[in-house]
C-alpha cells in the first residue's frame, strides 16, 4: 500500500462512520492497520473537494469489481495461478485466505517483538524457528535480535535448513498458542523455511548481530553460511541494479532517507546514486550531504532498510532486477 493510497483509505475511513470503519479494518493486516492509522491521525483541514475525490475514484474502483459478495476465493486462486504460477501463487494465497491453520500464529503479528518473545522465548528453537517464518521478515528480524546470542544463531540455523512443516504439526503448534491468546484457527496450510528465508530475516538484523548469527551458522556449517550470505541483499548490492532500476527505486525514496542512508555509503554508491538523478538534484543532495552533520550508525543502517524494503517490493512486482541474488529476475 502506498502512502497515497494508505492517505486515500484513511480518508474514506474517517468520513464513513465508527462501525462500518470498524467492519473494514477487520480485513486488514496488521501493517495496513498501522499505516492507515497513522494517515488518520495526520489528516486535517480536508476540503469537500479532497473527500470528493476520494469517494468518486472508489466508486470507480468499486464498480469495476465483479466478484463483491460472492465467494470469490475460487476465482482469486485461478487468477493467481495464471499470472503468477503455482509456487509463487500458493506464497501469496498462503497470506490471504481465511481459516487457516495459522490463526493463532497469525496473530502474533499484531504484537509487538518483547511480547512475542514473552510468549515464545522459552520455546524450544525449533518452534521459535517455525514461528517466525510465518511473520514478516522485519518482525521476524525484531524478535530474533532479542533473543539470546546462542539462541539466535540456533534458531537461524534451523530456519535456514527448514524445508517445511508438515500440517499436522502446525496445527498442534497453532492449537498451543490459540489457547494462549485465546483464539482458534482450523483449515490447512504448510509454511516452508529455507535459506531465502533466513536470508530475508538477516537482511533486517543490523551488521553486528547479523555478523554474530552467520558465525554462529558458519561454526555448524559453513556451506550453509554461505548460500544464506550469498542470498542477502544489503545496501551496496544496489550497485548491482541498472540505472533504470535505480532511478525507478528514487522516484519512491524520499530525500531525507537518502540523504542519511549515503551518509553510510561507498563513494561508488553515491556517484551511482547521483548518476541516476538530473544535475539539479544531484548538485543539491550533495550540497544537503555536506551539510549534514554527523548521523549515527543505527539511523543509517534503519534509513537503508527503508530503502531496501522498496528495492524488494519492486523486485517482486518484477519491474526492477536484483543482480546475482537469489533467482533470476526478469523486467
Known amino acids: 500500500m502506498s502512502n497515497d493510497g494508505a492517505t486515500k483509505s484513511a480518508i474514506l475511513l474517517m468520513t464513513m462512520g465508527e462501525t462500518e470503519a470498524a467492519e473494514v479494518l477487520k480485513f486488514l493486516g496488521p501493517k495496513e492497520v498501522q499505516k492507515i492509522s497513522a494517515e488518520m491521525v495526520n489528516l486535517k483541514n480536508l476540503t469537500h473537494e479532497q473527500i470528493a475525490a476520494v469517494y468518486e475514484e472508489f466508486m470507480t474502483i468499486a464498480a469495476t469489481k465483479t466478484t463483491i459478495g460472492m465467494d470469490s476465493n475460487d476465482y482469486i486462486r485461478s487468477m493467481l495461478v495464471k499470472a503468477l504460477g503455482d509456487e509463487k501463487a500458493a506464497g501469496i494465497l498462503d497470506r490471504i485466505m481465511q481459516n487457516s491453520d495459522t490463526a493463532g500464529i497469525e496473530s502474533l503479528k499484531w504484537m509487538d517483538a518483547p511480547s512475542i518473545v514473552e510468549l515464545i522465548g522459552n520455546e524450544h528453537p525449533q518452534i521459535i524457528a517455525t514461528i517466525l517464518v510465518h511473520l514478516e521478515p522485519d518482525q521476524a528480524s525484531s524478535v530474533l535480535a532479542l533473543l539470546t546470542e546462542r539462541t539466535r544463531g540456533d534458531v537461524m540455523l534451523r530456519i535456514a535448513t527448514l524445508d517445511g512443516v508438515q500440517p499436522a504439526a502446525l496445527r498442534e503448534l497453532n492449537d498451543v498458542l490459540s489457547k494462549l491468546m485465546t483464539t482458534g484457527g482450523a483449515g490447512k496450510k504448510s509454511i516452508k523455511g529455507g535459506v531465502r528465508t533466513a536470508a530475508e530475516i538477516l537482511n533486517y538484523l543490523g551488521a553486528t548481530l547479523e555478523g554474530q548469527v552467520l558465525d554462529t551458522v558458519r561454526g555448524h556449517d559453513p556451506d550453509l553460511a554461505q548460500k544464506i550470505q550469498d542470498e542477502m541483499f544489503v545496501f551496496e548490492n544496489l550497485l548491482e541494479v541498472d540505472d533504470r532500476g535505480i532511478q525507478l527505486i528514487l522516484r519512491e525514496v524520499q530525500s531525507e532517507t537518502l540523504i542519511v542512508a549515503l551518509k553510510g555509503a561507498s563513494e561508488e554508491m553515491r556517484t551511482k546514486i547521483f548518476k541516476n538523478m538530473s544535475s539539479r538534484a544531484a548538485e543539491m543532495m550533495k ?45
Not at 302 to 329: F, M, Y
Open 287 to 331: 550540497e544537503d550531504l555536506e551539510s549534514k552533520g554527523p548521523v549515527k550508525l543505527s539511523e543509517v543502517e534503519a534509513n537503508q532498510k527503508e530503502i531496501l524494503k522498496i528495492v524488494r517490493r519492486l523486485s517482486e512486482e518484477g519491474q526492477i532486477a536484483l543482480g546475482g541474488k537469489g533467482d533470476e529476475a526478469y523486467v
